[in-house]
């Protein structure tokens, strides 16, 4: 079963910069499809980034040119560098894999990222 850790969370100061990083269990890692989510209190969750297996992203408008999503194959890792931090980037956030179009595993725990002065 697929399960995902995600690190790297913290108070940052709007302007700043964080790093995520989401390990993912599964031998086949290089074929999933990678995506960060985010909830902030009272929201829905929402799709920040997403990554193919062939490497094509896709951004959130709301993120275009200030997250780059990455993957390390041999590392089963996603990440997500988050430049440029905004207080509405304040949110928890998730990754998540899939394949063909459906989920893999569950939710993992989320790691809080709040940006405030």
């Known amino acids: 079963q697929v399960q995902h850790v995600e690190s790297g969370g913290g108070l940052v100061q709007p302007g700043g910069s964080l790093r995520l990083s989401c390990t993912v269990s599964g031998s086949i890692f290089k074929s999933y499809t990678m995506e960060w989510y985010r909830q902030a209190p009272g929201k829905q969750r929402e799709l920040v980034a997403r990554?193919?297996?062939?490497?094509?992203?896709v951004y959130a408008d709301s993120v275009k040119g200030r997250f780059t999503i990455s993957r390390d194959n041999a590392k089963n890792t996603v990440y997500l560098q988050m430049n440029s931090l905004k207080p509405e980037d304040t949110a928890v956030y998730y990754c998540?894999?899939?394949?063909?179009?459906?989920?893999?595993?569950?939710w993992g725990q989320g790691t809080q990222v709040t940006v405030s002065s």
């Open positions: 990554i193919t297996s062939g490497g094509n992203t």
């Open positions: 998540r894999a899939s394949a063909g179009g459906v989920f893999l595993g569950y």
